[in-house]
């Protein structure tokens, strides 16, 4: 009988932890029992450790993401508008890194990937103690709470403590626990695909096709530039969506570069180099056209069934938000992230470069703000000063079903500019949390028939939308302005001059609310004739 050779399909990365700093205490002890060196590890100190790397990963970012945006700034083949969005990024990471104001109002679903070693003994509920290390982060800072729970099919409720998380632990061998800890958005999350195909995909002219379609269809509404992951392959659609996530946090860099006849993983730096060079030919940009759709590329290979080939593609957006930590015999290290990304601002702001932006006063009627846009080609930087009513999904289905049974909408949705948002917490003393754009795109069903009866003529939020809500506007001499997605901390701290709940209280952070903004930067992306600023990006190669 033959011997079976073994290879693990995804070795666990190793560690450098002069990169880590060690939490206080004295969370672990080693003992020996059987001849064996077991490190066992209190339960709180899982709490403990899960509570701190959400906490971090809210308000900072890695060095080398940082240095990847500062890059942008630097490259003489970046648009203009790359290099705006990429310094407003930077100096969002400035605002956050102060723990007030977490960089994303979007603070994510809490997911932990763990790989707990055969002697480490932790003698408790592992995934109870990490989930209620997370809620503790959620309720302890500024965070937003995003997770509804289903009473019934279609009756929903937030939970109040982003609760459940998810949380996944891998028995693998050894003395040591190693973690991953992400906090996603549901923008990037939603922008996760997988494609069932075959082996017919496998070949070069094919898979180039494929991916340059794929790659294209991404769009900007998850808040570029992005971490842009490819896996192809996959013993099943599951496997490969948890490899997918795993290449966008980083976690599989250490990967080979070459495959082998048991079926190992491995990067692919040839197709990494190309993936990275259609989302450049793409013509997106870093949200407004340009050519920094994504900052870096991943392409992994997976050993498949030969009728199957599944492949998915994803990304990890401008809020990065992921964290490594370790329990070893010498204590619970968690790595150490930049806490001063002020460092990686330029002498001389980008946004010197541009021509300054035209100012909309949004206190005038709406007929006046419709004309004095609609003498503006899209793509004209724009600066918004007034009212602006906040009402994202939730409310949108709500409004939907009184315009279904009253033929009305409120008139608080016509008289003013409809901003699809939700905030974070707001801070004490502050006048709002973190506050940025959500993704155009969920609300576009609504358009045509609110636009139909005088409501949304102008929207605000992020990304590109369907060709329906272009021709809307068309219709309806309506607008859509696109304005910077990942900025949330600096919006909050900069733009936001009043905020108080208008309606729908009972919906929490999607309550529709009242604000007032004051220089808040926008792109006019759909205009009142029909055009749509995405429509005229670089043709592709």
Not at 99 to 106: E, I, N, R, S
Request: hydrophobic letters at 45%; aromatic letters at 6%; glycine letters at 8%.
């Amino acid at each position: 009988m033959a011997t079976t050779i073994y290879e693990p399909l995804l070795p666990v990365p190793g560690f450098d932890i002069r990169d880590f700093r060690r939490l206080p205490g004295e969370p672990v002890a080693v003992e020996t029992h059987g001849g064996r060196t077991i490190v066992r590890v209190r339960p709180e100190a899982l709490r403990a450790l899960a509570r701190e790397a959400f906490r971090d990963i809210a308000f900072f970012l890695r060095r080398g993401h940082l240095e990847r945006l500062a890059a942008i700034l630097q490259d003489p083949g970046a648009s203009p508008n790359d290099r705006f969005v990429a310094e407003k990024l930077l100096e969002n990471a400035a605002v956050a890194a102060r723990g007030v104001l977490p960089m994303c109002q979007d603070t994510g679903t809490a997911t932990v990937m763990a790989w707990k070693g055969e002697d480490v003994a932790t003698g408790g509920d592992d995934a109870r103690f990490l989930a209620e290390g997370a809620a503790e982060a959620w309720g302890s800072e500024n965070l937003r709470y995003s997770q509804l729970a289903a009473r019934s099919m279609f009756d929903e409720v937030n939970t109040g403590d982003n609760l459940p998380a998810q949380i996944d632990i891998q028995a693998v061998p050894g003395a040591e626990y190693r973690f991953l800890f992400i906090a996603k958005g549901g923008g990037s999350a939603n922008k996760t695909a997988l494609y069932q195909e075959s082996k017919a995909l496998l070949n070069e002219r094919a898979l180039d096709a494929f991916l340059r379609a794929k790659i294209d269809a991404i769009g900007v509404a998850a808040c570029p530039p992005y971490h842009l992951a490819v896996v192809v392959g996959g013993t099943s659609p599951e496997a490969n969506l948890k490899v997918l996530k795993l290449a966008t946090a980083g976690w599989l860099d250490e990967l080979p570069e070459a495959g082998s006849e048991r079926g190992i993983a491995f990067r692919d730096p040839e197709w990494e180099a190309r993936v990275l060079a259609m989302a450049a030919e793409s013509g997106w940009g870093a949200q407004f056209g340009g050519r920094h759709l994504a900052l870096d590329a991943r392409v992994i290979r997976l050993p498949r069934h030969a009728g199957s080939c599944p492949v998915s593609i994803g990304v990890s957006c401008s809020a990065d938000r992921n964290i490594r930590a370790v329990i070893t015999r010498d204590g619970v290290l968690l790595e150490r992230l930049e806490e001063h990304p002020e460092r990686f601002l330029p002498q001389a702001p980008a946004a010197a470069a541009l021509p300054p932006p035209e100012p909309i006063d949004l206190n005038a009627p709406m007929m006046r703000i419709l004309q004095a846009l609609s003498n503006r080609p899209v793509g004209t930087r724009l600066s918004l000063s007034g009212p602006l009513v906040v009402a994202r999904d939730a409310a949108h289905a709500r409004l939907a079903r009184i315009l279904e049974a009253t033929g009305k909408l409120p008139d608080y949705f016509a008289l003013h500019p409809i901003y699809y948002a939700g905030p974070a917490k707001t801070p004490a003393g502050m006048t709002s949390g973190s506050f940025g754009p959500t993704t155009a795109q969920r609300m576009d069903a609504y358009i045509p028939e609110f636009m139909r009866h005088g409501a949304s003529l102008i929207t605000l939020a992020k990304g590109n939308r369907a060709a329906a809500t272009a021709d809307a506007c068309r219709r309806y001499g309506g607008f859509y302005l696109g304005t910077i997605g990942g900025a949330a901390a600096l919006a909050a701290q900069e733009n936001i001059a009043r905020s108080e709940v208008l309606d729908f209280a009972d919906l929490g952070m999607e309550a529709i609310r009242l604000i007032e903004v004051r220089d808040l930067p926008a792109f006019i992306i759909c205009d009142d004739k029909g055009n749509d600023l995405y429509a005229k990006r670089a043709p592709k190669a």
